[in-house]
């Protein structure tokens, strides 16, 4: 018997051309009936709806309210809802969801100082090209200069 006929020896899978690992041979859902297979396609469609919802309200609020929103509030909804997807697309098909808390926050955490910091240097480059636009001594090289 050969060890492709054995189902307990999957090594052979592991080495050379893995793209019989996806390509069906490992399939855990042969029979679509079956409630394991329901109840991942019932997963997979509450997933699109959800987020359909939050794109959709995007867009609606984007082109027919932000006009009237003030700048900081249109800013703030849509970098909300954009954190909302992004979030609710690594807890379902990232399966962080799954994970232990401890380990959901060892990725969480360097993530979120890592945008802080972004939002740091930012914030300071900003505060330094203002400061060097505003001081004496560059508005007196602009007034010499015209």
Do not use: C
């Amino acid at each position: 018997m050969s060890s492709h006929a054995q189902s307990n020896n999957i090594q052979h899978l592991y080495e050379g051309d893995q793209s019989k690992l996806y390509s069906g041979v490992m399939s855990h859902h042969t029979d679509v009936t079956s409630p394991e297979s329901k109840s991942q396609v019932k997963r997979i469609w509450k997933v699109f709806w959800i987020l359909l919802v939050i794109t959709l309200a995007e867009v609606v609020v984007g082109m027919f309210f932000s006009h009237g929103l003030p700048g900081f509030v249109k800013a703030l909804f849509f970098l909300g809802l954009t954190i909302l997807k992004a979030g609710y697309i690594v807890s379902v098909f990232m399966h962080l969801g799954d994970e232990f808390k401890g380990f959901i926050a060892t990725v969480l955490i360097p993530l979120f100082l890592f945008v802080w910091f972004i939002i740091a240097f930012l914030a300071d480059g900003g505060f330094w090209l203002r400061m060097n636009d505003e001081s004496p001594v560059r508005q007196t090289i602009h007034h010499v200069a015209k």
